[in-house]
């Protein structure tokens, strides 16, 4: 394997950039915080109106 010299380490560039698969995981992420928030804003809504399922 050649060694690289310091002019040719500096041009090299990497895949920095953002793909589909970074977006996608983030509006993932993005949606579940906001289901989450939803589930627990009903529950504490139905908490504090006793508005209870009975088993």
Known sequence: MKELTKIEEKSIYAGGGITTSLLNTFVRGFDL???????????????????????
């Open 33 to 55: 915080f906001t289901d989450l928030g939803r589930y627990f804003g009903s529950s504490i809504r139905r908490l504090i109106n006793n508005n209870l399922c009975d088993f």
